[in-house]
């Protein structure tokens, strides 16, 4: 069972990491070392790629700082990681699906349509779903349940985003609870069953904070 590995559906396979400040000779000597294979990493790993140079790193910050902003007027709790670069919402796994259910809930799409936005400049941002359960049941059913729920999700995004290449997806089980949040009461197991949707600055957003856009 792999806890916190990729689903690999429309994802791309490899993953081209930018090179800022090279030249282009240096560029193609260190082409193989720049290509990294997304369904070898952890979320954690994944969550570092692509690398923000110190240069543009506080353009970067200011920018994401204030989609977090708009992120948390929305209602949605928010967070980041990654020194401020990537933005952390959460959407409790009880607003989107029944119990035991893999099935998007009528009322989800009201949940999830302010993520559309993220995949409508393609390489802009790149979108991970990392989606939790409690611990009430066995590792595999655990596993397959928020496994059925990424690929519920990804469906979602397939029909609705502009595009889904930059879109990742992340089955974690009972794997990561919140800390002091404890398996142990009916309150604790529903914090612990979750989506938390990274939004990831991608190599066009790098970009445009390198010239000065953002």
């Known amino acids: 069972m792999m806890i916190g590995r990729i689903i690999k559906l429309t994802l791309p396979v490899i993953f081209l990491v930018l090179c800022f400040g090279v030249s282009p000779a240096q560029k193609k000597d260190n082409a193989q070392e720049a290509l990294v294979d997304l369904s070898e990493l952890s979320l954690d790993e994944t969550l570092m790629l692509p690398d923000v140079p110190d240069k543009q790193a506080s353009y970067i910050k200011s920018y994401m700082r204030r989609e977090a902003q708009a992120l948390q007027k929305m209602g949605y709790k928010v967070e980041t990681t990654r020194n401020g670069e990537v933005v952390i919402a959460t959407i409790p796994a009880d607003e989107l699906f029944a119990p035991n259910d893999t099935v998007l809930r009528p009322t989800a799409a009201d949940r999830l349509k302010a993520f559309l ?30 496994e059925k729920r990424i690929l519920a999700l990804y469906d979602y ?15 974690m089980a009972d794997s990561d609870p919140l800390k002091n949040t404890p398996n142990t009461t009916a309150d604790g197991r529903r914090t612990n069953r979750r989506l938390e949707i990274f939004i990831v600055p991608g190599p066009m957003l790098i970009m445009d904070a390198k010239s000065k856009k953002i």
Do not use: E, W
Request: aromatic share 16%; no cysteine.
């Open 157 to 171: 995004f397939d029909r609705h985003a502009a595009q889904t290449d930059m879109l990742q997806g992340y089955p």
């Open 117 to 146: 936005p993220y995949f409508r400049t393609h390489g802009k941002f790149k979108v991970i779903l990392a989606m939790h359960s409690d611990d009430t049941g066995s590792g595999n059913y655990l596993y397959g349940l928020t």
